[in-house]
């Protein structure tokens, strides 16, 4: 058979060529998937034996030189994935995800290097938003680490709510995959790829998103879908124009983004709802939820965007960033967000608990009273 029969022969078995291709690549990404997770599993037990039965006991003095001399018998048989020090961030790994459930499911989408990004975090609940958002997102090892140096976690409202509610907000993501916009938006948004310079107009921005718009999705978060810009809304006999228009996947939401070059003022409050009623009215389709707004600011003052209670209108003010100031700056600023915020939401709290204390000891002292008119 000469070359142009085989190469006809191929050409007519175009399909089956390109059938046992895929079949090919689907079972290799399945076996790898299978070993990926078994030697993920196979490394957090490791540490956990360590760690109970080494640096857990009475044997704990002598711990450093247990763990070292079992390294050099294992890399000796096994080599050098079990070093000292790999045996050591295996502890690691069993210490700060103690459960093996919870390890078995991660370990369905997350590598054993996407594990080493996220072991060393100091804080449980950022450590479990990093593992639950990289599982539900699927971000590779790369895509994790850039997460992780812009300060993500810190700049989502999850990071600024009290402990109990953050957990349950993780628990359900992890046992529902149930995002949330807390856990979805973000504060503030990093546009440094933007290449502004100190003075722009609010159509250069709109127009250096658009140029740039793969990267600004990839900041706004994997599941948004860009939907239009400048979208005509028209309400009687007047015109308005919403900036961006997106839709989240996973919330089920029109997200509509109006930009803005100074600080945040009152009156874009009323705007935004205008535009979010409307897109309700004529754009939201049946099983999605209601739309949601963010509107990005150079600037913002925390308190009067607390008195407007813009949250119960779904709308979302974040500052935006052209130029990122220096790690240790924005970490300074994020922190302090975080503290200022959390403090404010514990004293409603308290106040919200002082109210109903109030409220049932009027309650009590009514109930006491005698009732009816007899003597």
Request: with cysteine; net charge negative; proline share 3%.
């Amino acid at each position: 058979m000469s070359e142009n029969d085989d190469l006809q022969i191929i050409q007519s078995d175009a399909g089956l060529v390109a059938d046992v291709r895929a079949m090919i690549a689907q079972t290799r990404e399945g076996v790898a998937r299978t070993v990926n997770a078994g030697m993920t599993l196979l490394y957090w037990r490791v540490g956990k034996r360590i760690q109970t039965e080494v640096l857990g006991n009475e044997r704990a003095e002598y711990g450093d030189e247990i763990v070292a001399t079992l390294s050099r018998q294992l890399v000796e048989e096994f080599g050098t994935g079990f070093s000292e020090k790999s045996l050591r961030r295996m502890v690691q790994f069993a210490a700060v995800f103690p459960e093996a459930e919870i390890v078995a499911t991660l370990s369905r989408q997350l590598s054993w290097s996407h594990f080493k990004e996220i072991i060393p975090l100091k804080d449980d609940i950022q450590r479990d938003f990093y593992a639950e958002m990289c599982r539900v997102e699927r971000w590779s090892v790369r895509t994790l680490r850039k997460k992780i140096d812009s300060m993500l976690y810190e700049r989502t409202a999850i990071s600024k709510k009290p402990e109990e509610v953050a957990r349950a907000e993780l628990a359900a993501l992890r046992s529902e995959d149930q995002l949330t916009p807390d856990l979805v938006f973000r504060d503030p948004y990093i546009l440094d790829f933007l290449g502004l310079k100190d003075r722009y107009l609010e159509k250069d921005l709109e127009d250096a998103i658009l140029r740039e718009l793969e990267t600004f999705l990839l900041e706004l978060g994997s599941s948004f879908a860009f939907l239009g810009r400048q979208t005509r809304i028209q309400i009687d006999s007047d015109d308005f124009y919403l900036d961006l228009l997106f839709y989240h996947r996973s919330l089920k939401r029109l997200i509509a983004i109006d930009l803005k070059l100074g600080d945040f003022k009152a009156e874009y409050k009323g705007q935004m709802e205008l535009y979010l009623r409307w897109l309700a009215k004529h754009e939201q389709q049946p099983g999605e939820d209601s739309p949601l707004g963010i509107i990005l600011c150079a600037g913002k003052k925390t308190e009067q965007i607390e008195l407007l209670e813009l949250d119960q209108s779904g709308i979302h003010v974040a500052e935006y960033l052209t130029a990122l100031p220096p790690r240790e700056l924005l970490q300074q600023k994020l922190h302090a967000a975080i503290e200022i915020s959390r403090a404010r939401l514990e004293a409603k709290d308290d106040s919200d608990r002082q109210s109903v204390v109030r409220k049932s000891r009027i309650t009590a002292d009514d109930d006491s009273k005698p009732k009816g008119g007899g003597k």
